[in-house]
């Protein structure tokens, strides 16, 4: 008896499922091979510790970004002697900044900025805001404080705009004049 022969279309059928079951078991090593995989590793970088140059003295900002405040006290210092409160301490400003203060600050000042809230002594450390050496710094010291952060405090520039931030001001120093 002869052999049966099979149809060339069987035959083309195996050819395929072979072809792709080969693609399929070597597809990840291939794809690892291709020039545009390591794209990320020949790119430009700085070297550890260092950042993108910092705006030049005394220049605008084009793009609607707030040149960068140093989170040292000598830099928050200076940014309170520089920084003047454009934002009028009216009952809507302070009323704003009650609202903000309750969101972002309460959780380690309290509510009355004692320095009292319920994450001191489990996370950080917190200020007392009515102490005579925060009372006795200028406004853009609070803000700059606010925007980039302190010692242990971590900034909100991120979260609030500046008019929130200088809200947040003059909620503070009502506080300060308003407290037992």
Not at 85 to 97: A, H, M, R, W, Y
Not at 108 to 134: F, Q, W, Y
């Amino acid at each position: 008896m002869a052999p049966v022969k099979k149809p060339q279309a069987y035959n083309n059928v195996r050819i395929s499922i072979g072809c792709l079951a080969l693609m399929w078991t070597t597809w990840g090593t291939v794809v690892h091979a291709l020039p545009w995989d390591n794209d990320m590793y020949w790119q430009p970088t700085l070297e550890e510790g260092t950042s993108l140059k910092p705006p030049v003295t005394d220049t605008v900002p084009t793009t609607g970004i707030e040149p960068p405040i140093p989170r040292r006290i000598t830099d928050r210092i200076k940014a309170g002697l520089r920084l003047r409160n454009p934002t009028k301490s009216t009952e809507q400003s302070i009323t704003s900044g009650k609202r903000l203060f309750g969101l972002y600050c309460s959780m380690c000042h309290g509510t009355e900025g004692k320095g009292d809230g319920p994450m001191v002594g489990k996370v950080m450390p917190s200020s007392d805001l009515h102490a005579n050496r925060i009372k006795r710094q200028k406004d853009g010291y609070l803000y700059a404080t606010i925007r980039s952060g302190g010692l242990v405090m971590p900034g909100y520039g991120h979260a609030l705009s500046q008019t929130e931030r200088w809200d947040l001001v003059n909620y503070i120093r009502h506080l300060q004049k308003h407290s037992q």
